[in-house]
């Protein structure tokens, strides 16, 4: 469903890309729940304004503690800001992914989408190498909001893993 873009060293704080304020979400195709459910997410936010929530990786201590559960506390506050809906989207297997969303109380809020192949980190140019730490490519830790299918706000963090700018609490101030 996404754009494909790798960041070649982890923790590192080059300068990137990224998807542009303006510019439309890749049609890359995830994973909802198994292999056989794919969903264009482009598609998905076509209209309205929604969420995209980035994470390296379903069951990571800070993914499954904070900034995940951070956006499910928040979920009501971010719609009577506007927000229609919020993906939380990982470089995962699908029933990795599916696993850790039945894991996290209040996961229904919220849709997980597995992006398998990294395919749409890379095509938005928020992969990182994280071989030494996840085994592979994986995601940078971001949040964009969109408005109508195309970027309105992004908040990527800097060191790719830490939990600053794309916090819950600090996208919600934003809006």
């Known amino acids: 469903m996404f754009r494909n873009a790798i960041s070649r060293r982890a923790f590192s704080s080059t300068s990137r890309r990224l998807l542009q304020i303006g510019e439309e979400v890749p049609s890359t195709v995830f994973k909802h729940n198994s292999p056989g459910n794919a969903v264009v997410l ?37 719609k009577a800001k506007g927000i229609d809906q919020i993906f ?7 029933f990795v992914f599916k696993a850790w969303s039945d894991a996290i109380e209040g996961s229904d809020k919220v849709t997980f989408l597995a992006d398998p192949k990294a395919e749409f980190v890379q095509e938005s140019e928020l992969a990182v190498d994280a071989t030494e730490i996840f085994g592979g490519i994986r995601s940078t830790r971001f ?33």
Do not use: M, W
């Open 143 to 175: 949040a964009l909001v969109t408005k109508d299918g195309k970027v309105e706000q992004q908040f990527a963090e800097p060191d790719h893993f830490g939990i600053s700018i794309s916090a819950a609490d600090k996208v919600l101030e934003q809006l």
């Open 42 to 78: 482009a598609e998905q936010i076509a209209t309205g304004r929604n969420i995209i929530v980035g994470v390296p990786g379903a069951f990571s201590p800070a993914c499954s503690a904070s900034h995940v559960p951070g956006y499910i506390k928040l979920v009501d506050q971010f």
């Open 88 to 94: 939380i989207v990982g470089v995962n297997d699908p």
